[in-house]
C-alpha cells in the first residue's frame, strides 16, 4: 500500500510540473512518517524513498538511530524545544523549523561539539492563523542577520505551512509570499546564506506548492495514511 501511495504522489508530482513548466528531478519528497512505526518507513524505503520528516525530537531519534543501517536522510519539521535539540543533532539532514535565536544558539553549540555543520530553513508565518509558528515575513532578514556570528548553523531557505483548509487554492497566497521573499533575501540576506530550498505544501496543497516554487514537498497522509494520534 505504502509503494502504491508513494508512486501515486510521484505522478501527482509530475503532472503538477507538467503544468508549470519544471523539472520533477528539481523537487524533493519528504515523506512525513510521525506517528508510524519503522516498519512503515522500512516498506517506504523499500519503495526507493530516501527523505523522512518527523516532529517530535525523542520519536525523531529512536527511529533515526534504529533505522541508521539504512542511509536515509532525516528531516526535523516541527517546533524543535531548545532543550531536545541535543535528540535531533546527530542525524538531522535538515531542520525546516529555524524560528528563534535561542535555538540557533543552542544547535551552534552541539553542531560545535560534534563537529559538523547544520543545515536549515527559516520558518516563515504566512498565514492569519494564531496557532502556526514561524517569523512574519518582515521579521526574516532582520533575523538572518543576526544568525551571522552562528557559522555552524547554514542557511539553506525557507519553510512555510499553509492554512488548514479543504481548498488547496487557499494556500497559494502564502506559498507565492515566500517565493517573493525567497527572491529578495538572495540580494539582501548575508551572503553565507543560500535560498535555494523551499519546503512547502503537504498532502492537502503540494500540487500548488509545486507551481508557486516549491522544491521540497512533505508529505504525510497520501503516503502512510491517516493518522492515528493527532499531532
Ligand atoms: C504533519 C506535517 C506534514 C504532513 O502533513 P500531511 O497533511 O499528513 O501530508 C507536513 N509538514 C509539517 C510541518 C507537519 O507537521
Not at 513548466?21 to 517506504?44: E, M, Q
Request: aromatic share 6%; hydrophobic share 40%.
Amino acid at each position: 500500500m505504502i509503494a502504491g501511495n508513494l508512486e501515486n504522489v510521484r505522478k501527482r508530482m509530475r503532472e503538477a510540473c507538467l503544468r508549470c513548466d519544471r523539472s520533477p528531478a528539481d523537487i524533493g519528497l519528504v515523506a512525513v512518517s510521525k506517528t508510524f512505526n519503522v516498519d512503515a518507513i522500512r516498506d517506504a524505503a523499500g519503495a526507493g524513498q530516501i527523505d523522512f520528516g518527523e516532529n517530535y525530537a525523542q520519536e525523531f531519534r529512536s527511529k533515526a538511530e534504529s533505522l541508521r543501517s539504512l542511509n536515509l536522510h532525516w528531516h526535523f519539521i516541527g517546533h524543535l524545544q531548545s532543550n531536545k535539540a541535543k535528540y535531533v543533532v546527530n542525524d538531522v539532514h535538515l531542520i525546516h523549523s529555524l524560528d528563534r535565536l535561542s535555538l540557533a544558539n543552542e544547535l551552534q553549540k552541539l553542531a560545535e561539539k560534534k563537529g559538523r555543520t547544520i543545515d536549515v530553513l527559516v520558518e516563515a508565518h504566512t498565514t492569519d492563523e494564531a496557532t502556526k509558528s514561524g517569523l512574519l515575513p518582515e521579521e526574516i532578514l532582520p533575523f538572518l542577520r543576526s544568525l551571522v556570528p552562528f557559522d555552524s548553523v547554514q542557511v539553506k531557505g525557507l519553510m512555510t505551512m499553509g492554512p488548514f483548509s479543504d481548498d488547496p487554492e487557499d494556500a497559494r497566497p502564502c506559498f507565492r509570499t515566500v517565493r517573493l521573499l525567497q527572491e529578495r533575501l538572495r540580494q539582501d540576506a548575508p551572503g553565507s546564506m543560500s535560498f535555494d530550498t523551499l519546503s512547502m505544501g503537504m498532502t492537502s496543497d503540494f500540487e500548488v506548492a509545486i507551481e508557486e516554487g516549491a522544491t521540497l514537498i512533505r508529505v504525510g497522509t497520501a503516503i502512510f495514511g491517516q493518522r492515528l494520534r493527532a499531532l
